[in-house]
Protein backbone atom coordinates (compact mmCIF):
# COMPACT_ATOMS: atom_id res chain seq x y z
CA UNK A 1 0.00 0.00 0.00
CA UNK A 2 1.74 3.49 -0.93
CA UNK A 3 0.22 4.95 1.81
CA UNK A 4 -1.53 8.17 3.08
CA UNK A 5 1.47 10.02 1.10
CA UNK A 6 0.26 8.67 -2.19
CA UNK A 7 -2.90 7.74 -2.07
CA UNK A 8 -4.35 10.30 -4.60
CA UNK A 9 -1.74 12.79 -5.61
CA UNK A 10 -3.73 15.94 -6.34
CA UNK A 11 -4.87 16.56 -2.74
CA UNK A 12 -1.92 15.58 -1.52
CA UNK A 13 -0.02 18.13 -3.11
CA UNK A 14 -3.17 20.58 -1.84
CA UNK A 15 -2.26 20.28 1.39
CA UNK A 16 1.73 21.69 1.47
CA UNK A 17 2.92 24.76 2.36
CA UNK A 18 3.58 25.91 -0.46
CA UNK A 19 -0.28 25.24 -2.18
CA UNK A 20 -1.68 28.23 -3.58
CA UNK A 21 -5.08 26.83 -1.02
CA UNK A 22 -6.29 29.07 1.33
CA UNK A 23 -4.20 28.23 4.93
CA UNK A 24 -7.96 28.03 6.32
CA UNK A 25 -9.19 25.25 4.13
CA UNK A 26 -5.70 23.34 4.91
CA UNK A 27 -6.51 23.44 8.52
CA UNK A 28 -10.07 22.94 8.10
CA UNK A 29 -8.80 19.55 5.85
CA UNK A 30 -6.36 18.36 8.72
CA UNK A 31 -9.44 18.00 10.72
CA UNK A 32 -11.82 15.94 8.12
CA UNK A 33 -12.37 12.59 7.32
CA UNK A 34 -13.21 11.01 3.55
CA UNK A 35 -17.08 11.44 4.98
CA UNK A 36 -16.60 15.12 6.06
CA UNK A 37 -16.73 15.85 1.87
CA UNK A 38 -19.47 16.14 -0.22
CA UNK A 39 -20.19 16.10 -4.18
CA UNK A 40 -23.42 18.28 -5.17
CA UNK A 41 -24.06 21.51 -6.58
CA UNK A 42 -24.33 23.77 -3.32
CA UNK A 43 -20.94 25.20 -4.22
CA UNK A 44 -21.63 25.24 -7.67
CA UNK A 45 -24.66 27.07 -7.78
CA UNK A 46 -23.12 29.69 -4.63
CA UNK A 47 -19.91 29.83 -7.13
CA UNK A 48 -21.96 30.81 -10.06
CA UNK A 49 -20.51 27.45 -11.75
CA UNK A 50 -22.97 25.71 -14.12
CA UNK A 51 -21.44 22.43 -14.99
CA UNK A 52 -23.57 20.00 -17.30
CA UNK A 53 -25.27 16.79 -15.75
CA UNK A 54 -23.99 14.82 -14.56
CA UNK A 55 -20.69 17.24 -12.76
CA UNK A 56 -20.76 18.69 -9.97
CA UNK A 57 -17.84 19.58 -7.52
CA UNK A 58 -16.57 18.25 -3.96
CA UNK A 59 -15.32 20.28 -1.49
CA UNK A 60 -15.50 19.86 2.55
CA UNK A 61 -19.04 20.08 3.89
CA UNK A 62 -18.94 23.03 5.97
CA UNK A 63 -22.16 24.80 8.02
CA UNK A 64 -23.71 26.65 4.77
CA UNK A 65 -23.30 23.66 2.63
CA UNK A 66 -25.13 21.04 5.63
CA UNK A 67 -27.85 24.29 5.34
CA UNK A 68 -28.39 23.55 1.54
CA UNK A 69 -27.66 20.03 0.74
CA UNK A 70 -30.88 19.06 1.07
CA UNK A 71 -32.35 22.36 -0.39
CA UNK A 72 -30.77 22.40 -3.81
CA UNK A 73 -33.44 23.51 -6.03
CA UNK A 74 -34.63 26.10 -3.45
CA UNK A 75 -31.15 27.37 -3.87
CA UNK A 76 -30.93 27.31 -7.51
CA UNK A 77 -34.24 29.41 -7.66
CA UNK A 78 -33.31 31.91 -5.32
CA UNK A 79 -29.34 31.87 -4.12
CA UNK A 80 -28.67 36.13 -3.69
CA UNK A 81 -28.98 35.77 -0.54
CA UNK A 82 -26.67 32.86 0.19
CA UNK A 83 -24.10 33.61 -2.50
CA UNK A 84 -23.90 37.04 -0.69
CA UNK A 85 -23.09 34.98 2.85
CA UNK A 86 -20.48 33.01 0.60
CA UNK A 87 -18.97 35.27 -1.07
CA UNK A 88 -18.74 37.04 2.41
CA UNK A 89 -17.23 34.36 3.76
CA UNK A 90 -14.65 33.56 1.02
CA UNK A 91 -13.63 37.35 1.49
CA UNK A 92 -12.80 36.95 5.68
CA UNK A 93 -11.67 33.33 5.20
CA UNK A 94 -14.42 31.88 7.19
CA UNK A 95 -14.22 27.99 5.73
CA UNK A 96 -17.34 27.12 8.18
CA UNK A 97 -19.32 28.90 4.92
CA UNK A 98 -16.26 28.91 2.35
CA UNK A 99 -15.79 25.76 -0.02
CA UNK A 100 -12.08 24.23 0.75
CA UNK A 101 -11.86 21.98 -2.41
CA UNK A 102 -10.44 18.49 -1.84
CA UNK A 103 -11.73 15.55 -2.66
CA UNK A 104 -12.12 12.33 -0.23
CA UNK A 105 -8.52 11.54 0.12
CA UNK A 106 -8.84 14.19 3.02
CA UNK A 107 -8.89 11.32 5.73
CA UNK A 108 -5.40 10.44 4.30
CA UNK A 109 -4.19 14.27 4.73
CA UNK A 110 -2.72 14.73 8.55
CA UNK A 111 0.15 17.29 7.97
CA UNK A 112 1.16 20.27 5.91
CA UNK A 113 5.06 19.36 4.48
CA UNK A 114 6.83 20.67 1.67
CA UNK A 115 5.89 20.03 -1.93
CA UNK A 116 9.83 18.26 -1.85
CA UNK A 117 9.46 16.55 1.45
CA UNK A 118 6.31 15.11 0.27
CA UNK A 119 8.22 14.08 -3.06
CA UNK A 120 11.07 12.38 -1.31
CA UNK A 121 8.26 11.02 1.32
CA UNK A 122 6.46 9.50 -1.94
CA UNK A 123 9.47 8.42 -3.68
CA UNK A 124 11.11 6.96 -0.81
CA UNK A 125 7.18 4.58 -0.28
CA UNK A 126 7.39 3.39 -3.73
CA UNK A 127 11.31 2.67 -3.19
CA UNK A 128 9.76 0.44 -0.19
CA UNK A 129 6.78 -1.16 -2.24
CA UNK A 130 8.99 -2.19 -5.30
CA UNK A 131 11.97 -3.37 -2.98
CA UNK A 132 14.81 -1.11 -4.86
Known amino acids: MLGADGA ?3 S ?8 LAPEGAK ?11 ARSAVFDIL ?3 NWPVP ?5 IRNDLHRRWEDHVEALRQ ?9 EAAVKAG ?3 KAHATIGEAVALVRDLPGAEELINRMTADARAILGS
Open 8 to 10: LVG
Open 27 to 37: QQALQCDGDGT
Open 94 to 96: DFS
Open 12 to 19: RLWATRES
Open 47 to 49: RRK
Open 78 to 86: APDEARAEY
Open 55 to 59: YDFRA
